[in-house]
């Protein structure tokens, strides 16, 4: 249950964090990028039962 709440946090931290505004644009896509290897991790954990 909790993993699939961490996973719905991070699609939407992924979402929220692409450079779409203009205050955001000079950020680039490390805010989305890190979201996303956090994601993959948090899957692969769930995938090996680690979690």
């Known amino acids: 249950m909790i993993g699939t709440v961490l996973i719905v946090l991070l699609v939407l931290m992924i979402i929220g964090g692409l450079p779409a505004w203009?205050?955001?644009?000079?950020?680039?896509?490390?805010?989305?990028?890190?979201?996303?290897?956090?994601l993959i991790v948090l899957v692969l954990m769930m995938l090996l039962g680690r979690f």
């Open 22 to 38: 203009p205050h955001s644009r000079s950020w680039g896509y490390y805010p989305s990028g890190l979201a996303g290897t956090l």
